[in-house]
């Protein structure tokens, strides 16, 4: 099956500097790739997604690359603030399928 | 709460005892899932589903039983089976080509 490796498991930065999440990925099928953000003791929530026929996508502050070559793909955060601080998840998968996590990446963003 | 909700939010099981997990949606989704979340792991799959009246197992679904007699409803019944419960569990749906929607998750504790 599938196997997602995510780096760093944790990472600080000041506030207003980028932060980026490095996940690769094993399966060359997989063709959706979502990122969550996870706040303390609550759900997982979607932030962004990228499918495998498209290299970037952007939504304000936050995007996230793909490499289907080399089966990898990042999130990058841009202008952090404290409320960036979080865990945040990739994940890979094929469609209709269920979902490979990553290990996770804790951010703390220091005002 | 988006749609999918989980109950109760905090369960307490004695040794040797069943408990049941809760899982309803209202957003028509065909598939459902369960994971277990601990320090450190990530998000680990236990059971999904892709319609009703058929499940399967995921990596971890020992000590673990599910049903899924309707579209809406995904319960996850933790058997004494499970040495070692104590987790918080999120219960997931998803549309076909779309990320997953997250329940708020159960914390389940052995006392």
């Known amino acids: 099956g599938e196997n997602v490796e995510q780096h760093p498991s944790t990472l600080s930065v000041q506030e207003g500097d980028s932060a980026v999440i490095k996940c690769t990925y094993s399966d060359s099928a997989s063709n959706y790739f979502p990122w969550y953000k996870q706040e303390l003791g609550k759900r997982p929530q979607l932030i962004i997604d990228i499918r495998s026929n498209v290299g970037e996508k952007k939504d304000q502050r936050i995007a996230v690359t793909l490499n289907k070559t080399a089966k990898h793909f990042s999130l990058h955060i841009t202008e952090t603030q404290p409320e960036d601080s979080a865990v945040y998840f990739c994940a890979a998968s094929t469609v209709g399928n269920q979902f490979y996590f990553g290990t996770g990446t804790s951010l703390t963003v220091i005002p | 709460d988006g749609g999918i909700t989980q109950s109760p939010k905090y369960l307490f099981r004695k040794e040797g005892q069943n408990v049941t997990l809760s899982c309803e949606q209202n957003l028509n989704h065909d598939a459902m899932y369960w994971y277990r979340q601990d320090p450190g792991q990530g998000l680990r799959l236990i059971y999904y589903?892709?319609?009703?009246?058929?499940?399967q197992k995921g990596d971890i679904a020992e000590g673990y039983s599910v049903s899924r007699e309707k579209k809406e409803s995904f319960p996850l019944t933790v058997t004494s089976a499970q040495k070692n419960p104590t987790a918080f569990y999120l219960c997931a749906s998803r549309q076909t080509y779309y990320g997953y929607t997250f329940g708020s998750g159960t914390r389940l504790t052995v006392v």
């Open positions: 589903s892709q319609i009703v009246n058929d499940f």
